[in-house]
């Protein structure tokens, strides 16, 4: 009985593993600084982001969701990517105030593309949520098409943070993603 017992916990302690090794989010403060804009992220409306990349303890901050999608496309910034958060913002108290805790995982939100909304450097923006109904809601208000992580279209980021001084320029590998 004893192994059988061992085998149970150790199943346990694996199946909690992946979730152990994601780092959690980090509070957004006054010393975040875009990685594309080179300002406090504070100073901005809207949602922002923070990128964790394995065996770094500061994340890569973006004063908006959508230089955050876009970091992930753009072959020349590192991929060894630990987690992804955007700011929920079916949580924000206001599009003024999006909040510094409510964040949630990129790869599990939804992404309403090509609404009225406008980052906080004043371009386009991919409003994240953590939930689709949420979304759903915000893209019947703001037009727009609700769009998971893996299926939001890269020609979308990209070109947005083409027409933005906010974000990196965009390169011919880019859309190889």
Request: proline share 7%; charged share 20%; aromatic share 8%.
């Amino acid at each position: 009985m004893r192994p059988l017992a061992f085998a149970f916990v150790a199943l346990a302690l694996a199946a909690c593993e992946p979730d152990a090794e994601k780092p959690a989010p980090h509070t957004l403060t006054d010393a975040a600084i875009g990685r594309y804009c080179g300002m406090m992220l504070t100073e901005h409306e809207g949602p922002k982001g923070q990128i964790l990349l394995k065996g770094v303890d500061e994340p890569v901050w973006f004063s908006s969701a959508r230089d955050t999608l876009a970091f992930t496309l753009l072959p020349e910034e590192p991929k060894d990517i630990a987690a992804i958060y955007v700011t929920d913002m079916g949580a924000a108290s206001s599009w003024a105030e999006p909040g510094v805790d409510n964040w949630t995982d990129a790869k599990t939100a939804s992404f309403v593309i090509g609404s009225d909304a406008q980052s906080g450097m004043g371009g386009a923006e991919a409003v994240p949520f953590a939930d689709k109904a949420a979304a759903q809601a915000f893209a019947r208000d703001h037009g727009g098409e609700v769009y998971a992580f893996d299926a939001v279209p890269p020609d979308a980021i990209i070109a947005a943070a083409d027409a933005d001084t906010d974000a990196a320029p965009e390169t011919e590998a880019a859309h190889d993603h």
